[in-house]
Each structure stands twice: as structure tokens, then as C-alpha cells.
């Protein structure tokens, strides 16, 4: 039996809370809101794969963003 020893550290966001408001109807492609993190895995663990970070929208209006 092998137990695989797996990253459960949290990752931590370190950018604001909030987002930067913009006027509704202003246009496409514009940046509402940056986001930057930080994973403290475990760095030591030959198969640890932190670095990667995936963020999602959700919510009553996510699928008018991007």
C-alpha cells in the first residue's frame, strides 16, 4: 500500500479584496480585477506540483465575464 503525501496547504490570495469598479456599457476587454496568490506547498516532495494555480468565476452574471 502506498499513501501519496498530497499538497494540503491552502493557497493564499494576496491581491485586494475588491475590484476596481467600471462603468456598465464601458466596452469589452477591459481588466476588472487581477488576481495573484500564493501557494505554500511543500517544496521538498519530488512530485509536488504547486505553482499552478486555477481560478474560476462563479455567480449570477460570471458567464458576462471572462
Not at 500500500?1 to 469589452?28: F, H, V, Y
Not at 495573484?36 to 465575464?65: F, M
Amino acid at each position: 500500500l502506498d499513501i501519496n503525501d498530497l499538497d494540503e496547504s491552502t493557497p493564499s490570495i494576496t491581491s485586494g479584496a475588491t475590484a476596481t469598479a467600471i462603468d456598465e456599457n464601458s466596452g469589452s476587454g477591459q481588466v476588472i480585477y487581477t488576481v495573484t496568490a500564493t501557494d505554500t506547498a511543500d517544496t521538498d516532495d519530488a512530485t509536488d506540483t504547486s505553482g499552478t494555480l486555477t481560478y474560476s468565476l462563479s455567480g449570477t452574471d460570471a458567464s458576462l465575464l471572462s
